[in-house]
């Protein structure tokens, strides 16, 4: 197995396979309702949905940053984009759908890379002060990290609606 295939393989696990850190990120969301996801339980936290956002821009940034090798950033309305000004279930089930395509061509992507290309490291932009140090390598563990992260704060607060 080569080393892209093993990071194939944990971007899987952890988005809607057999995590070694518990259930997949899908079936964390299994059965969240879009006034679930909408809620904010915990003062000062983020909510379901805001997470579901964040996670989208997050694996769509890792996808630009790979096809065009440079260190871009998110703004920071990017980074934790407010809720749609409609939060029906419709809307909640394309911001879910919406994280499932940037997953899968973010795959398309990492796929399409040799394990040669994991030491390469990208280029930095002046205008961009925030930084992922490290090789594509460190990136693409540091996302599957990212995801699984707030995976578990999303199961953390699934615990309010009980």
Known sequence: MTEIERLLDQFRRAYN???????????????????????????????IWEIVLHLTTWVEIVQQRLEEDKLIGPTDAQNWPGLPVVTDEAAWQQAQANLGWAH???????????????GRH???????P?????????????????????????????????
């Open 104 to 118: 899968e061509q973010l795959l398309s992507k990492v796929a399409s890379l040799r394990d040669e290309d994991l």
């Open 130 to 162: 925030a930084s992922t140090p490290g090789p594509y390598y460190v990136l693409l563990h540091g996302l599957v990290q990212h995801n699984l992260y707030h995976t578990g704060q999303i199961a953390l607060l699934r615990k309010a609606f009980a």
């Open 17 to 47: 396979g057999d995590s070694w850190a518990g259930p997949s990120l899908v079936d964390t969301l299994q059965g969240v309702t879009a006034a679930q996801a909408a809620a904010h339980p915990l003062p000062g936290a983020h909510s």
């Open 122 to 128: 990208l280029q930095p932009l002046d205008d961009y």
